[in-house]
């Protein structure tokens, strides 16, 4: 079984930053993209940013500029720098993780419990 953890949600007043982080753990497993998604009440749980394992980025345009997506493989972790925070980013944020295991043979989206994040004055 694989777990992702998610840690550094907040409040943070407008144009502030933080950095959200999100470790992967178990055993007999490998990962293949890494992403962060973002859901807000009674709307969709929309793409943020993704990051392969080769290190290749796409973002949404809502954060392009703002956002940077990272990941330290030897850890099993990625992270998400957020800067020039708006209140529009008010958020829970969730880990995605493409994982193969050993146990199953085969690939599987993975996701975080969830971290909030508030943006406001």
């Known amino acids: 079984q694989v777990q992702l953890v998610e840690s550094g949600g907040g409040l943070v007043q407008p144009g502030g930053s933080l950095r959200l982080s999100c470790a992967a753990s178990?055993?007999?497993?490998?990962?293949?993209?890494m992403g962060w998604y973002r859901q807000v009440p009674g709307k969709q749980r929309e793409l943020v940013a993704k990051?392969?394992?080769?290190?290749?980025?796409n973002y949404a345009d809502s954060v392009k500029g703002r956002f940077t997506i990272s990941r330290d493989n030897a850890k099993n972790t990625v992270y998400l720098q957020m800067n020039s925070l708006k209140p529009e980013d008010t958020a829970v944020y969730y880990c995605n993780a493409d994982v193969w295991t050993r146990a199953s043979m085969r690939r599987s989206p993975y996701w975080g419990q969830g971290t909030q994040v508030t943006v406001s004055s």
């Open positions: 178990g055993s007999a497993f490998s990962i293949n993209d």
């Open positions: 990051i392969t394992n080769g290190g290749s980025t």
